[in-house]
């Protein structure tokens, strides 16, 4: 008896321990910072406060707290320098630049004080992330008021911010400030910078910039001081002069602070019918060729803003800008910062991909690191679309390049799991392509599956559920299951854990008794609904729907389309027959649209002889 008291004791406890990760409701942590930063823009260095007031919203006490240090990455022997030497296939603007950085141009942020509640910290700089041991923890429920004095100096732009861009915008500043890192249901995200994207706790920013007062800045949040400023952003009242300003700016429910500077910005606005003010900001000294498409960007960036807010959700800021800066194109709140020298048809495009990640990403707060598809993906996808609308491009085919690349990607033998840390891919090449093209193609299959206004309802779903919160593929993944109906959990694991693919084929048609016995084989091992067409010798089709057994349902069909039983997926072959002799068959084919990512279209016809 008393075994048997232990044991059922032992059973019933870890039960409660199992079923208690479950107890919680969705929860998230919240912050509010007010930073007080000054720039040297001859020396490029900066320093400032930092009073950063953090909300334990989790269900656990927390006894300690990481901050993000991102500059620090752009140092010699880094682990961004390091990972950028010895990578197969380095990225070219990083390559072996960090290595070579001088002293006045390393990137760096330094902690000069910490304390929390106003009692001092103990703290470990490891590399790019602040280990800070707490006092007394932060109760759940509870807040903490840590104050921080810090410097830092910007190093030369090599990934994403810096200073004196190839384009000469003088401060891209991403990136810059000790950020607390992310709190969640899967615990501490301090992950070092090494590359790739980020993850933030949403709250409230109050920060106010002091540097030269030639420059013009934009960036996240709204100016609260523009009769001041003036560049612009206000009519600037006379007053006695300084050397320099203050620039205040306001953020309210997001999830970073960013912003760029420079002394020769062009500052132009455009209200969205609807929607938000948009400032464009990009440099006088450009070419005049890039000139006129800056100017000639801007009423298709107001086209773009009103596509995402009628397809995916409204816009919910008052501003947003397109700032020439960085090193490519990245997104942040409220605003991207990308090059300037470009087509005006890449100008649009960059401009649609990340301004599609301020729903995506930004909005939805995924987490980039660990889900980079989740946020690449679902831009690429939708900044297709726009794109092809803007230039007027018809095509039955909006995807191909994307389908392209994943299908190049899926026979070369260096696949990765989509699931793969975006940090640990071993090369950038298939990073860049399960990441951007086949989270794209991912998107397009899904829409396949559940049908086309159940996929639009279900970008509507995903962003009313999740916007301002931090969702996983999963919480994407249900909302289409709640849409459509139909049971996906096989869909997101096939294509994100693994590298299975799709490969189906038309086997055989044998006559038998006046009908055609057909056989399509699933050689691939990913699982889908397939979709068939029998073309008569006379002109006539017939179009078949077989739903896929583990699904439990179908996509809605159309008229034309006949339903036939489903397929389980453990059975490589299925057989069905149609009433007709072979001889009046021309040929069957498997997926004629071309809706499946089908990584062998060879064997998707037969005709019949």
């Not at 000069?112 to 790019?128: D, F, H, K």
């Not at 190093?155 to 384009?167: H, L, W, Y």
């Not at 100008?347 to 707060?365: D, K, N, R, S, Y």
Request: proline letters at 4%; charged letters at 20%.
């Amino acid at each position: 008896m008393k075994y048997n008291a232990l044991v059922l004791a032992f059973f019933f406890g870890i039960m409660s321990f199992v079923y208690g990760q479950n107890n919680y409701g969705y929860w998230q942590q919240h912050v509010d910072y007010t930073m007080d930063v000054k720039m040297d823009v001859k020396t490029f260095s900066y320093g400032g406060t930092q009073k950063l007031i953090y909300t334990n919203n989790s269900p656990d006490d927390l006894e300690r707290v990481f901050y993000h240090l991102f500059y620090n990455a752009f140092q010699p022997g880094s682990e961004m320098d390091v990972r950028s030497i010895t990578i197969a296939d380095a990225d070219s603007r990083v390559g072996d630049r960090i290595s070579k950085l001088q002293k006045e141009d390393l990137g760096f942020i330094n902690v000069i004080s910490l304390t929390q509640n106003s009692m001092p910290l103990e703290y470990t700089v490891v590399g790019t992330v602040l280990e800070v041991e707490l006092n007394t923890s932060i109760k759940s429920g509870e807040s903490a008021v840590f104050e921080m004095v810090f410097e830092g100096q910007v190093p030369p732009v090599i990934r994403r911010a810096g200073k004196n861009s190839n384009e000469g915008v003088a401060l891209s500043m991403a990136q810059w400030y000790p950020k607390i890192a992310e709190y969640d249901f899967e615990g501490w995200h301090a992950d070092p910078y090494i590359g790739r994207e980020f993850h933030g706790v949403w709250g409230d920013f109050d920060v106010k910039l002091t540097l030269d007062k030639k420059y013009t800045v934009g960036g996240t949040g709204y100016l609260q001081n523009p009769n001041e400023i003036g560049h612009g952003y206000g009519v600037k009242e006379t007053k006695e002069e300084s050397d320099v300003l203050t620039w205040h700016f306001v953020a309210p429910n997001v999830h970073d602070f960013t912003w760029a500077a420079d002394p020769n910005f062009i500052h132009d606005t455009l209200q969205v019918p609807d929607g938000p003010m948009l400032h464009f900001l990009y440099k006088k000294s450009l070419k005049p060729k890039y000139k006129k498409r800056w100017r000639d960007l801007q009423v298709p960036t107001s086209e773009i803003m009103q596509y995402y807010s009628s397809s995916v959700g409204k816009y919910p800021y008052k501003q947003y800008s397109v700032i020439q800066g960085g090193d490519g194109g990245m997104e942040y709140g409220m605003c991207t910062l990308i090059t300037g020298e470009r087509s005006f048809e890449s100008l649009v495009g960059v401009t649609a991909h990340e301004i599609g990640h301020t729903w995506f990403q930004f909005l939805m707060a995924s987490n980039e690191s660990k889900h980079p598809w989740l946020d690449e993906g679902f831009a690429e996808y939708t900044c297709t679309f726009i794109e092809n609308t803007i230039f007027g491009v018809s095509t039955t085919e909006p995807l191909k390049r994307h389908y392209d690349r994943y299908y190049s990607l899926a026979k070369s033998g260096k696949e990765q799991p989509m699931s793969t840390h975006a940090d640990r891919f071993a090369y950038n090449a298939s990073y860049s392509i399960s990441t951007y093209s086949k989270g794209a193609v991912l998107l397009a299959q899904l829409r396949y599956i559940v049908g086309e206004k159940n996929f639009e309802k279900t970008l509507k779903k995903y962003f009313n559920d999740w916007a301002f919160k931090h969702p996983t593929p999963n919480d994407f993944i249900r909302c289409a299951e709640k849409v459509s109906g139909l049971e996906l959990e096989w869909f997101l694991t096939d294509w994100t854990q693994t590298i299975n693919t799709i490969d189906y084929s038309v086997k055989s048609a044998v006559s038998l008794e006046g009908q055609t016995v057909i056989t399509l084989e699933r050689i691939g091992l990913m699982p889908m609904p397939v979709e068939v067409q029998v073309l008569m010798k006379d002109g006539g089709i017939k179009n078949y729907y077989i739903p896929l057994q583990m699904m439990r349902g179908e996509k809605p069909l159309l008229d034309s389309e006949t339903l036939l039983k489903d397929w389980a997926w453990a059975y490589p072959e299925y057989t069905f027959s149609v009433a007709m002799d072979t001889s009046k068959i021309d040929t069957i084919t498997v997926d004629i649209n071309k809706a499946t990512a089908d990584v062998n279209k060879e064997n998707n016809q037969l005709k019949v002889l």
